[in-house]
């Protein structure tokens, strides 16, 4: 079971058994309610498209138009009940409204949400949406939630949860997928230097590859302190296999190794060889093997940048 530590800038920290650290930014209600609208427009835009097909095909029989409108019945019951539920359950926890505005439902300790967890919290939106306000149509009152009770709820914990995310352990964060832009230029001196005093036969595995692209990647929209929290998880072990300095800048190592990896291996296969003593002090014989590659901690990065 995952341990919840203190929220920093609508970010909540689990922590696993294993001892490996999420962070996870949890979405509010105006981050939320943007994704209701989409949903709402697209089951409308659902809807009319059924009463204009129904229309044209009940001008026959007045059982046709009777089996007609039952199947708009249906169809209304059937968005309106199942429309999130279905959506989050084989949809990684998104309706195309939590698709286009970037988030998702996961569960409180961030694993992907079950069928019964998706179904739940949407029947019980209805709880949220209290109290109703009633609209007077053609023939027709339907009631229109306003959500104070929803409102309130996630007012009232730090993890913006209404109803019926407390009820079924769900919660709603942003989904900050791994995009890749191509290969990012790493423009700092120190880390460049840096990157000669990296052991020559160190090999990056493809997780440790992916996970400094996505680091590099994103590093710009941290500030320097977040970056230095944010790279340790990796570089305080990779520092210690390296024998650097106590002192060296977690951040700046990970774009060392990150530059040593996809432009100065580039170099040296292009024929252009690292200078004579470009690994330093370092001696390759008091390395351990660099094939296993701290997954724990290279996990625990991860969590931090995803």
């Not at 069928?115 to 109290?131: F, H, K, S, T």
């Not at 149509?137 to 339907?142: E, K, N, S, Y």
Request: proline share 8%; aromatic share 10%.
């Amino acid at each position: 079971m995952a341990t919840v530590r203190e929220q920093l800038d609508s970010r909540i920290e689990l922590v696993t058994p294993e001892n490996i650290a999420f962070q996870y930014r949890v979405a509010g209600p105006f981050r939320r309610a943007p994704a209701f609208l989409v949903d709402f427009l697209i089951q409308v835009a659902t809807m009319v498209v059924a009463i204009l097909l129904v229309s044209m095909l009940g001008t026959g029989s007045a059982s046709v138009t009777m089996l007609g409108w039952g199947t708009l019945l249906l169809i209304y019951f059937a968005l309106s009940w199942f429309y999130g539920g279905l959506f989050e359950t084989y949809w990684n926890g998104q309706t195309p409204g939590k698709w286009a505005v970037g988030i998702r439902v996961v569960s409180i300790d961030g694993q992907p949400i079950n069928a019964m967890q998706a179904i739940m919290r949407n029947v019980l939106r209805y709880v949220d949406g209290l109290p109703c306000l009633t609209a007077l149509l053609p023939d027709v009152h339907l009631p229109k939630p306003i959500f104070q009770v929803g409102l309130f709820t996630m007012a009232g914990n730090n993890r913006y949860q209404r109803l019926g995310d407390l009820a079924c352990g769900t919660m709603v964060i942003f989904d900050e997928g791994t995009r890749q832009y191509g290969v990012t230029r790493i423009r700092e001196p120190e880390a460049i230097r840096l990157a000669e005093l990296i052991p020559v036969n160190f090999q990056v595995s493809r997780s440790l590859a992916r996970t400094l692209s996505m680091y590099v990647d994103r590093r710009a929209g941290f500030s320097l302190g977040r970056r230095w929290e944010i790279a340790r998880h990796l570089a305080e072990p990779l520092r210690a296999q390296f024998n650097l300095p106590p002192q060296t800048n977690p951040d700046l190592l990970l774009c060392a190794i990150y530059h040593r990896t996809f432009f100065a291996a580039g170099d040296e296969r292009a024929g252009n060889p690292r200078r004579p003593g470009a690994s330093g002090p370092v001696s390759p014989t008091q390395l351990p093997p660099a094939g296993p590659i701290l997954p724990d901690h290279l996990a625990a990065l991860q969590g931090q940048i995803s």
